[in-house]
Structures are given as C-alpha cells and as structure tokens.
T-cell receptor, first 115, second 113 residues
Framework: AQTVTQSQPEMSVQEAETVTLSCTYD???????LFWYKQPPSRQMILVIR??????QNATENRFSVNFQKAAKSFSLKISDSQLGDAAMYFC????????????FGAGTILRVKS | DVKVTQSSRYLVKRTGEKVFLECVQD?????MFWYRQDPGLGLRLIYF???????EKGDIPEGYSVSREKKERFSLILESASTNQTSMYLC????????????FGDGTRLSIL
C-alpha cells in the first residue's frame, strides 16, 4: 500500500520570504499523480498544484512550485514571496493511475506566515 | 467552478443516534468520496462511490455506511454514533478523467456526546 509522509507538523515563514514543505511517499508503481492541497482555517480544501509522475518537468503555479524527485520519492512544495493568505494546513496526496479513485494523504503541515 | 455542498458545518449528536451527513455536487461527477480528518492523521478514506448505487469501502469503513441513489448526492450514515466518531468529515467529488483532481466540500464538524 502506498504511504505519504509529511515530516514537518508545523512551519513558519516571514511574509515575502520563501518556504519549502517536505513530502515523501512510498510506492512500487511507476505512474501516478501527486498533489498539494491547501486547507485555510475553517475554509474549503483547494488544490494548489499537481504533478504527473511521468513528466520530468516540475509543475509550477504562480508562486507555487514543486521539486519532484522520482527516484528519491520526494515531492516538496516551494512557496515564494509568502503572503498572509498562504497561512493554512497543507496536505500532500498521492493517487495511483491503476487504482485511480483513491487519494492517500499525508498528515499535513501547518504553515504560519508572520508579518 | 465545481460546487460540493455539505448539508451542515457543525453537528452535535448523542451516542447511539443514527446520523446522516449529506453531500451534493453540481458538476455531474461520477466519483464521490467521504473522508474523516483527524489531527496528526491527515484525511482517511471511509467510503467512495464510482457511480450511482455503486460503492466501495475505503480504509476505515467500520461503523459507517453510505448511500448513493442519485448521481449528485452521496450520504454518509453513522448507524449508531459513538464518541470515537467525533471528527471533521469531508466530502469530495471527481470527474473520471485521469488528470482530474478531487474537489472538496467545506466539511462537517461532528461532535458525538
């Protein structure tokens, strides 16, 4: 079974600076999807960024980018120019292409942004 | 935009009660999911449905059942609520296309007293 590990329960960053959230996963599959979701306090969980494992190029969405290291099974999220609105719980998630319905989530990382 | 609506944001029930959590999506998605979210454990899948009247157990189905009579609605049922079912419950839906993500509702914070 696949597992997802987020080793940082909490992180802090100063406004306008850069922060990286870590995620590692375990799988025997070669093709899969990885996601970062953001859950602001008392608000809906939304998709931040996704990566297909067969793509070598790291995904980027505005200030959010990933460092996908397939051999190391690592999928970190970099947030540049951090803003107060980035404060949230961030979840890393894995989805198989073989058993495509299920997402496997990490435990989450709380990101605090200091002004 | 996809809209996934959960019927209640907060719910308080008593031990032994039968509890219904409702979820509706407006984008004709085939797949729907129920998760529970607990601190330090992330989200864990309770049940999912890949189409009307079709359901499959997730990782923690014990004590729960589901119903999907219409495509847009997916109900989670706690047959006899217990205090260890106090949690945040999240519903999600997804279009069955490989690159499509899951879309989540706002969540229901359920307390069992």
């Amino acid at each position: 079974a696949q597992t997802v590990t987020q080793s940082q329960p909490e992180m802090s960053v100063q406004e306008a600076e850069t922060v990286t959230l870590s995620c590692t996963y375990d799988t025997s599959e070669s093709d899969y999807y990885l996601f970062w979701y953001k859950q602001p306090p008392s608000r809906q969980m939304i998709l931040v960024i996704r990566q297909e494992a067969y793509k070598q190029q790291n995904a980027t969405e505005n200030r959010f980018s990933v460092n996908f290291q397939k051999a190391a099974k690592s999928f970190s999220l970099k947030i540049s120019d951090s803003q107060l609105g980035d404060a949230a719980m961030y979840f890393c998630a894995y989805r198989s292409t073989t058993y495509g319905n299920k997402l496997v989530f990490g435990a989450g990382t709380i990101l605090r942004v200091k002004s | 935009d996809v809209k996934v609506t959960q019927s209640s944001r907060y719910l308080v029930k008593r031990t032994g009660e039968k509890v219904f959590l409702e979820c509706v999506q407006d984008m004709d998605h085939e797949n729907m999911f129920w998760y529970r979210q607990d601190p330090g454990l992330g989200l864990r899948l309770i049940y999912f449905s890949y189409d009307v009247k079709m359901k499959e157990k997730g990782d923690i189905p014990e004590g729960y059942s589901v119903s999907r009579e219409k495509k847009e609605r997916f109900s989670l049922i706690l047959e006899s609520a217990s205090t260890n079912q106090t949690s945040m419950y999240l519903c999600a839906s997804r279009l069955v296309r490989e690159d499509q993500p899951q879309h989540f509702g706002d969540g229901t914070r359920l307390s069992i007293l």
